[in-house]
């Protein structure tokens, strides 16, 4: 049994800061991309970043130059450092990872329950 359990998220202003984490634990044997997503009420939820296990990045192009992801392999951490927050960064963040439970299985893709971020004035 895998859980993505996220931390961090909460109420800010404009052009503020939060960082965000997500810890995987349980059966592990290797994990593989870590990622984030949000999902806006009414609307579908939509990549925001992943980091691949060699720590390559990719980004949507409405975060990048503000949200920078990495990840901690010795903790099976991964963090979403959010800078100059936008009242359209409003939503609940999921965590998302894929995780070999043994040696040898096809990882499976798992989600943390989400965690709400609030930006407004």
């Known amino acids: 049994q895998v859980q993505l359990v996220e931390s961090g998220g909460g109420l800010v202003q404009p052009g503020g800061s939060l960082r965000l984490s997500c810890a995987a634990s349980?059966?592990?044997?290797?994990?593989?991309?870590m990622g984030w997503y949000r999902q806006a009420p009414g609307k579908q939820r939509e990549f925001v970043a992943r980091?691949?296990?060699?720590?390559?990045?990719t980004y949507a192009d409405s975060v990048k130059g503000r949200f920078t992801i990495s990840r901690d392999n010795a903790k099976n951490t991964v963090y979403l450092q959010m800078d100059s927050l936008k009242p359209e960064d409003t939503a609940v963040y999921y965590c998302?990872?894929?995780?070999?439970?043994?040696?040898?299985?096809?990882?499976?893709?798992?989600w943390g329950q989400g965690t709400q971020v609030t930006v407004s004035s």
């Open positions: 998302n990872a894929q995780i070999q439970g043994r040696r040898g299985r096809t990882p499976g893709d798992y």
């Open positions: 980091v691949t296990g060699g720590g390559s990045t």
């Open positions: 349980g059966s592990i044997f290797s994990i593989n991309g």
